[in-house]
């Protein structure tokens, strides 16, 4: 309800600034049907969702703001207003002020989330919308200094934004490893706003003629919470009779860097991130809430190609839990690749898109084909796929989820 | 004293003959040297309006705004998407070394809000769909080709060196191009691209031009797909040279904040 009335005042002061200065205010946006029907089963609709996303911006040399209100529209559900982005700038010789609900967006790869720690994950879908929708804005002030082509960048997040996750029976909700039905216990799930409670961030980038590169440190709360597991055992029979899993995010520290560079043909680039304080489940039955802290590392190496009109690119990503003991749930190290092709026909009315990850843990994968057509200027038809291979692992265990969809979008 | 005054006159004359023959027969060489380094300001900007045109009469229209700029070693170039809706407030910058480094070349694509560092190395791609490739919109260097003054000739009423322009790199994508070069003013009037089959390709006409600010610029120009009957126009409009583009409208900061 609040977030409606937000909704309704800011598009309220942003209609009534139109009056005053028309020919200045910028109104763009879509409208959207995205529909997908699983191809298992009794070929159930996946999502039948209608979307209206606008934006507002007023740009002028010291100030500007944007608001980007979007209403979905469900077949199974109540519409869904939300705002993706509302901030006010102020823009100075050297540096501007970002103060509002923004997307920041950290690091050189693509599809994947190392440094790109600060907007949180919109997972109520998985990874299968387009990414500006997956990553959703954060209340913050951002400050960028700029000198020469470097830039420093300071993020104070008063509020913190978790990772939205699919609701208890969407058909995107994550596997979860207990051996019984537990009880969830909400009661340490959110982080009081207060002073103390904020996030940090800090970033340095520059780009030049040889490199472009990122330095990037964080204190921050972990997007995902750790689920702390009680176990109730009856003290006869030993036998384990109920569990209650207590979610709760906890601080990380994080620092990182990345780069890419031109190699003859060929962009080579580079991420990864050290992050201290991660939780990790554990199977150790002598650690009582199923948790266990350790320092990790995740970092990716990638090269993207042009060959004959096809953009390919390739990127090999690991994450590694150091100081790894048995009884960790996940994998001392995962690796995972992600590869693309792409190419335009009939003068970049036509394109097509092959995009796929791969878990060489589980061997599962991803499989993303992709075809759209530019009817009219603005105007796409996109045809695609969604094909999980493999019965376990980040991708494998959307097995019973394949689908195909398609989307009309008219940009204005 | 006789002999000696007809001496100088022979003199005279010859010195005077090899002068006019040096005026008339530029090499191709140095014709295409006079049009690569015509002055055009150490800085521009405008806006760009193109429209492609298929054999159907079916248009689609693209608008830009650029802003180039040029210290001697190192041209910049930024591009501001302005339509169609779908690519508004994309940008594109790319920076061309005189000493033959590659290109390095970034786009700003607002939905991943980042800028991305792009390969340079697909000059032979085509820009936005239209009929001219990233490289015939770049200035190509006198030395990447072999040229030859093939004939004077007068189109539109325009007195025009014929230079033929034959790559010396293997596997370029054109086997020659044919350019008519205005005597005044040493501007291309027109060119003619030929396919690896050494078969017209294209046609790119210049229907357009004045001094602006002191500089001759190129204001509207057509490229001509033969082989495919499509077109594209490019309009060069509100262009002003040589008004002081500061360095920081190339960066990071100016791609992401627009035009």
Redesign the interface.
Known sequence: MKLKIAITTLLAIVFMGQAKAQEKLEI?G?ARNYTGVLTGGDNEFSIVQNTLNLKFEK?SNKV?FKVNPYLHHYFDSDLELGLREAFLDL?FENF?VRVGKQ???Y??SEGVFITDVVSPKDLKEFLLP???EI?MGITAAKV?Y?FG?S?VEAVWAPVFTPTQMPEMNSIWRPTMPFPMAPTYDYTTAKIKPSLENSELFLRF?N?G?FA?FEIVGGYFWDDDPSMHITKQINPITMQLTGLTVRPEHHRLTMGGASF???L????VKAEGGYYSGKLFQTQTPTIPDATIERDYLHYLVGL???LA?IMLSAQFIQENILDYEQGIRNDEIESTMTFLAKK?FL???LWLELFAYVGLNNKDALIRPKVSYGFA??F?ILLGANIFVGDKGRFGQYNANDMVYVKL?Y?? | MRTKTVTMLIIAFVVSGFSNQSVAQLTGQQVIEKVYNNPSGDDTQGNLSMTLTNNRGEQRERNLKQYIKDDGKVEKKIMYFLSPADVRNTSFMNWSYSDGQSDNQWIYLPALKRVRRISSDSKSDYFMGSDFTFDDLGDRHPNQDSHKLLREETIDGKECYVVESTPKESGYIYSKTITWVMKDNYLGLKREFYDDRSTLLKVLTIKNYAKIDGFWTILETEMHNVQRDHKTTIKFTEVQKNKGIPDSRFTERSMTLGS
Not at chain 1, 264 to 267: A, D
């Open positions: 763009t879509y740009n500007a823009r501007d997307q920041i967006i690091g050189k387009d990414f500006d990553r960028n700029y082509n830039t980038s780009m003629s472009d890419s560079m031109p003859g043909p060929t962009i993207e190609y042009s009109g335009s003068r970049e009315k200027d603005g796409d979008k940009s204005f």
